[in-house]
């Protein structure tokens, strides 16, 4: 059985990080106000102890955002042909004490939601590049190593990859989970 590694924020979920910065700060950003990765680098630098205590301390990111159209369906298919890890970060090295509370939260979130999915398939790292697997489903280029199938899921910020540089890194780019239902079970 092929092994597919697949991520949790912006690839399963999405929104949730702006949605909570967006409550934290009584604002309305959209992701055309987010420069690069980090969502919550848009919290004023004065506010972000503050900010990073609420969010580890006092909130479930979980219980916001929404998910993917088609997310759930499409990996329970999938589990029936593949092995498939659920592969999420959670170091966040400007909180070390407090970060890992979110683990709680991703670790229900994902038996939950993802009951045909073992809870031992589930692995917390933010090194997904030392875990080798067939295929990866990412939103983050970084994290498509170490894999011969390389999916990364659009997200406002890698829209601007070109596909050139796609190409050249062996990346196809995937707008949905329709697409990637289409790419592996397809056959
Ligand atoms: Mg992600």
Redesign the pocket.
């Known amino acids: 059985m092929k092994k597919i590694l697949i ?5 399963i979920l999405v929104d949730c990080y702006l949605e909570v910065v967006n409550q934290y700060l009584n604002t309305n950003y959209t992701y055309k106000d987010i420069k690069g990765y980090w969502v919550d680098n848009i919290v004023p630098k004065d506010k972000q102890k503050d900010y990073l205590n609420y969010f580890y301390n006092k909130i479930n990111i979980y219980d916001y955002g929404h998910i993917h159209e088609n997310v759930i369906e499409t990996i329970e298919q999938l589990s029936k042909y593949y092995d498939v890890l659920i592969c ?1 970060a959670y170091i966040d090295s400007r909180d070390l004490e407090n970060c890992s509370n979110i683990l709680i939260h991703k670790h229900k979130w994902l038996i939950k939601n993802l009951p045909f999915i073992k809870p031992e398939n589930f692995i917390f790292t933010n090194r997904k590049d030392v875990i080798p697997a067939d295929i990866k489903i ?3 280029i970084e ?1 498509l190593k170490t894999c011969d199938t390389k999916l990364l899921i659009t ?1 406002y910020h890698n829209k601007e990859i070109s596909n050139e540089n796609l190409k050249q890194n062996n990346i196809i780019r995937v707008e949905n989970w329709k697409e990637i239902a289409e790419i592996l079970l397809n056959h």
């Open positions: 991520d949790m924020d912006d690839t999420s990412d939103d983050k994290n997200a």
